[in-house]
């Protein structure tokens, strides 16, 4: 029996002072590199500050926000997608292997420290606005690898550093992280060369929260009515909705909601100009798509070098032929105006 009581002893021990499993798997406490901690004190930021995540599926990257000194939020680091699937679009039913597009919160009890792909958070699909809808699907994360069915796939180093990022932020209090989850980088060439894209108006409400957070780089308030979603300034106290179906409220007088409507109407007119000169994009995804880089790797070693490089060869890299065939190609102008503001 004291052998047992010792036993006993020492595993709560062990529990109480946060250590490693007992299986020596600590992925989930890796810290912060160096270089990138050094970077956030660069612009102003430390370990402890809020996050907000940014994911585009079109140039297949991901961004971290983080807040300042000053209360704004400031980009930190664009992160390369490796894999994602589907098409653009939002995801609507279990099966259709889109990756989501939407607002979304992260809290701590979405991350995953021990996922079959390394590190994981759930990115909380399908949020409120979803269910109301009917969409269906589950367990549609960021993770590392080169995998995708429905996931954003960001390579193992990759993942690690996001992980970790969030992993501070939540412990030092923030109660959950923002993603915005986009088709695309929102500027006007992008809105002109998708308008006949079906999905253009759901995209149109989308850009109503970037260009609210584009005038006030603090993440808004995300809340939904009439079927869509409703946004107010991230510097007002929010005002949650009960009802994501019922009609929507007469918004209240607000500068911050001036500025980003006035924005709005400034790129409308910018995406007609373009829209005049220029045809609508025909490209079509087979499934998905790679950020250019991995695509440019994957063309020179193969999908195995890629999976040892991503994953440490566990996890195969999916659909590479599909991966080759992503129409976009990226270009320097598809970066948002004051994207690297600090």
Known sequence: ???LRTALLFCLAVVLAGCASMDGDDRGSIPIPQKLLQEMAAKGMSPDDPIMVRIYKQESELEVW?????GRYA????YPLCRWSGKLGPKTREGDRQAPEGFYTVTRGQLNPRSQYYLSFNLGYPNALEQALG?????????????SAGCYAMTNDGVGEVYALAREALAAGQPGFQVQ??????TPANMAEHRANPNMPYWRNLKEGTDLFAVTRVPPNVSACGGRYRFTSGTQPAQPLADPLAPCPLPAADSALMAAASKQVQDEQHIA???ATRPPANATYVDGGMHPSFRDILRRVGPQKLAAMTSGGKIPVS???AALADPYKGTASDVEEGDTAN
């Open 1 to 3: 029996m004291n052998l």
């Open 66 to 70: 983080k807040r300042t000194a000053s």
């Open 75 to 78: 980009l930190l680091k664009t």
């Open 135 to 147: 969409y269906t699907g589950s367990a549609l994360m960021v993770h590392g690898a080169c995998t």
């Open 181 to 186: 989850s986009l088709p695309f980088r929102m």
């Open 273 to 275: 100009v373009l829209s």
């Open 319 to 321: 659909e590479p032929t």
